[in-house]
């Protein structure tokens, strides 16, 4: 919701820096930049060392016309249906019970009350907000794949989007995981970044990426009639994530580990 005012800024702190309320509700949103100038900065910023935080899940970003370094880029994908319903269990979790201020600025959906959104079940919300759902920005893994291109623009992205994002996930990606496939995705990463992962050990950080304890009403499943709707809706990043899997297992089997 706040993306359009983002498109043209980036903003960022040091390791102590304090996040406010609105960059905090920003943070579940895909930001974009259009202009060449905030691209320009951003890439320069990467380029001079240093820790920095970005209030936003900023869209991959190719450097290459603007500095001479291109970062290491890694990333992570999970099955689209899930990664939403995910979003939701998150959402409601901040809104009814720990009210942290990332989500002070997100609105219950209109068509609920306060007292049905927090009592309810999650078919329940998809069921009221199912009419009003726009697809093209609900396939977040798309747009961030595709990075800062007009063809990845929320408003009619498409297919041209799709490739632009596997031809970024294949050629500017120095690894890309599978949550499904987490320790063989882990195993991969050693591999391939030994320099930075030498000592990971994946079995057991594969094992320890799940909040256990983390229950809310929301946690019910959701109706196969809905996942099927959510798969229609999410069909880009449904293709992305397929192809994700074949790039991982590729790689897996080439190392040895298949």
Not at 23 to 30: G, I, L, R, T
Not at 185 to 206: E, I, N, Q, Y
Not at 238 to 255: P, V
Request: with cysteine; charged share 20%.
């Amino acid at each position: 919701h706040e993306q359009q005012q983002a498109q043209h800024h980036v903003r960022s702190a040091g390791p102590s820096g304090g996040a406010t309320q609105q960059q905090e509700a920003e943070a579940h949103a895909v930001v974009l930049l259009h202009e060449e100038n905030a691209q320009r900065e951003l890439c320069q910023l990467w380029t001079t060392g240093g820790a920095h935080i970005f209030f936003t899940h900023l869209a991959m970003l190719d450097c290459m016309p603007f500095v001479q370094r291109q970062p290491h880029w890694v990333g992570l994908v999970r099955h689209p249906v899930d990664q939403w319903i995910s979003t939701q269990y998150a959402v409601h979790h901040c809104i009814c019970q720990t009210h942290d201020s990332w989500c002070a600025n997100i609105s219950i959906p209109v068509q609920l009350t306060r007292e049905a959104y927090c009592e309810g079940t999650l078919n329940d919300l998809f069921v009221a907000i199912q009419p009003t759902l726009n697809p093209l920005p609900m396939n977040v893994q798309t747009l961030y794949f595709g990075g800062h291109h007009p063809q990845c623009d929320q408003s009619r992205m498409g297919s041209q989007c799709l490739e632009l994002a596997l031809y970024n996930m294949q050629k500017l990606f120095a690894w890309v995981g599978v949550l499904e496939e987490l320790e063989l995705s882990l195993k991969v990463l050693r591999v391939t970044m030994p320099d930075l992962f030498a000592g990971l050990d994946p079995t057991s950080a594969a094992k320890t990426h799940k909040n256990e304890h983390d229950r809310t009403v929301h946690l019910t499943d959701l109706l196969p009639e809905y996942r099927e709707l959510l798969t229609k809706y999410l069909r880009y990043d449904l293709a992305l994530y397929e192809r994700a899997k074949e790039f991982l297992l590729k790689k897996a089997g080439a190392c040895g580990f298949l």
